[in-house]
């Protein structure tokens, strides 16, 4: 049973071989079925693109594999826009892995319906999964005091960005590791970062070491691989290396492959350092007061929310290609629909 | 100024070029100078004997480097039998860096009094460096539950097999990694180890994964490298790895040379797992309290004290080397002077 409601969809169609290209997508154009007991129909208005999208595509991660042919996997904010006996009233707004589509059809369970507290592009970056992967891997995690450097990699990203606003907040010095200079410019200018490095300089080594001529109290590790190694070199004694999953953990298929990190453990002894790995998913049960600090935060302009809105769901493969390559600053969504008419 | 008494000596005198062999060392003679204000005169009871007196060879540690011709450094357990102006009585135990002789000088400041609370030989085993390494690296860094796995390597050594022991008493099942059979069947046998398994076998991989159907932990870490990495692949979910400097810290020149270790910061990242290095020298402020546990465990057998006294100072450097090899079961020791007559 369909609807008269036409859905466009963006659909996994070729496992990429290489670096992802536009060919791996396919867009469609399907009807939208018809509602069964206990489900929602939710129209897409903001799409997350992630470095999560493109492991997705290897299989083998903590999600289920996706499958050639397939509705492109994502994660989205939506409303709802009927149900059939859910309890969930038409006009609310939801999070959902609503896939890259105009609508989705959901059961009840699979939606949660979002207290709003800002503007929707908020809800999906510094309120969002990213902006709350920052304060719980610094906050808890790498537990920065007064006065001392907080290094974090990826700086410029979703992540970064909030770390090192959240380093600032707590009275630490923060700097920044990122691939491009107009990229650190805005971090020291616009986001009050200490200072920013680029790691495609030649002179990445001393850059950094000028950076930080205190040393590193926390290292924020959004990356791995060799600027994880040179961090474990520059640690003081008591640091926190505070692994996030953002990247290195979603963009390959064997967590354990890749190159070995040198340094460990002769390093994590001589300078009783704690790496910790988290995941934001482990701290639910405080999100919300998170969010609300994060919203007091943002309103006294402690905090700026840097977001990346690519418009229509049809530039959804050029937006995660992008991403891949690095080209975003702060959060990157896709505009599918326009919020709700309130 | 020198007294009548004579003092033999274990030289440092040849840098060894690479695995350690007895012509690095002499015998020497030498008179015993008088004691100057501030100095005690102390006769050597027991040598330590570390896999650090081996790094001190090479330099470049966390201590002054060793020069050819030197006395041998070594801890030691003394008597105090002279003393000028120090206000430490003669007769007084101390613990000292007294080296490889059978008396040496100290300023007061380089020797610590003991309270003696067991044999002499705990002083240097359980009650000394290595117990206090497996009692706050275990209890303070890995924190075992009821019910855990907790692995450890260098299993039968002398932090190792206290880590073990200490892991069944907190209700944990303890799995000891050495490079023998025999020495396996005696943690099992003699120290109630759950299982223990031979890094050295071709089986060792399926050999571990038996011996923890449960996964592990904590991993308590003396070795690093290959056998670091393959724990890494078998801890759990939120599993603690506590870096143990007693071979991964002191036996290497630089600590960051060496093989890399993959899967850092990959699982370190999706188990959630925590590497933390220490030091026992940063709980010293509660080595006492530790230290009456300990003897309370050891008056209970709870702990069995494992110790491996060799006999004679002219003996040390066949101590030492055979500990390099993997010789000793227990904290190993030299018996330089006999128990002060009580």
Redesign the interface.
């Known amino acids: 049973m369909t609807t008269a409601l036409r859905n466009r969809q963006i659909l996994y169609a070729h496992r990429p071989t290489g670096t992802l290209t536009a060919d791996a997508f396919e867009v469609a154009d399907a009807a939208v079925p018809s509602l069964q007991e206990g489900e929602v129909l939710c129209r897409t208005i903001l799409l997350s693109i992630d470095a999560a999208n493109r492991a997705w595509m290897q299989g083998r991660t903590?999600r289920d594999e996706l499958h050639e042919g397939e509705v492109m996997a994502g994660f989205a904010i939506c409303e709802v826009i009927d149900e059939r006996d859910t309890g969930i009233p038409v006009g609310s707004l939801v999070t959902a892995e609503a896939g890259w589509q105009e609508y989705s059809v959901q059961p009840a369970r699979g939606v949660n319906v979002m207290p709003v507290l800002g503007p929707l592009t908020h809800h999906m970056s510094v309120l969002g999964i990213t902006g709350l992967t920052a304060y719980f891997g610094l906050l808890r995690v790498g537990r920065p005091r007064t006065g001392e450097t907080v290094l974090v990699s990826a700086a410029a990203g979703a992540t970064g960005n909030v770390v090192g606003q959240l380093a600032r907040l707590k009275g630490a010095r923060a700097v920044g590791i990122t691939g491009s200079d107009t990229k650190n410019a805005f971090l020291i200018d616009e986001l009050g970062f200490d200072a920013a490095v680029n790691y495609r300089s030649p002179a990445f080594g001393d850059d950094l070491r000028r950076a930080c001529p205190d040393g590193v109290d926390v290292y924020f590790?959004n990356v791995?691989g060799p600027t994880?190694?040179r961090a474990?070199?520059m640690m003081n004694m008591g640091g926190r290396?505070a692994?996030?999953?953002a990247v290195?953990?979603y963009d390959?298929s064997?967590?354990?492959?890749?190159?070995?990190?040198?340094?460990?453990?002769?390093?994590?002894?001589?300078?009783?350092?704690?790496?910790?790995?988290?995941?934001v998913i482990?701290f639910a049960a405080d999100w919300p007061e998170a969010v609300q600090q994060l919203v007091g935060w943002i309103a006294s302009s402690d905090i700026k929310v840097v977001e990346d809105v690519v418009d229509g769901l049809d530039r959804a493969p050029e937006a995660l290609i992008g991403l891949l390559a690095g080209d975003n600053v702060g959060k990157r969504m896709v505009r599918v629909g326009p919020d709700p008419e309130s």
């Open positions: 903590y590790d791995g994880l190694e474990l070199r290396i692994c996030c999953g290195s953990q390959t064997d967590p354990a492959a890749g190159g070995g990190i040198h340094g460990v453990p002769g390093l994590v002894v001589t300078k009783r350092l704690r790496m910790e790995g988290f995941i482990d």
